[in-house]
């Protein structure tokens, strides 16, 4: 899955990302970042919430009006994650 996606507003601790394998709103996967300059990767399964890579800044991430493309990608039983090519 590729992604771009551009942040124009957020209020303070606003989100923005990628949701995929969606059930319903109790099973998902996400890929998300905040205005700041930090990422989350987690998935919910059955309404129990699992971070697979908790909140972390990274320099990936352009500012806020700029687009960002997100990657999701699986190889095997292995999903590997990029934010603006880094991954």
């Not at 996606?5 to 957020?10: D, G, L, Y």
């Not at 923005?16 to 996967?29: A, E, I, P, Q, R």
């Not at 909140?55 to 990657?71: F, H, I, R």
């Amino acid at each position: 899955i590729t992604a771009s996606i551009k942040q124009v507003k957020a209020p303070k601790g606003g989100r923005v990302g990628l949701v995929w394998g969606m059930k319903d709103f109790d099973s998902y996967h996400a890929f998300e970042w905040r205005a700041g300059g930090d990422f989350i990767i987690y998935r919910v399964a059955d309404k129990v919430f699992t971070a697979i890579k908790d909140y972390e800044a990274t320099t990936a991430l352009k500012a806020m009006g700029d687009w960002q493309q997100l990657v999701v990608e699986r190889k095997g039983n292995k999903v590997f994650y990029k934010i603006n090519g880094t991954t």
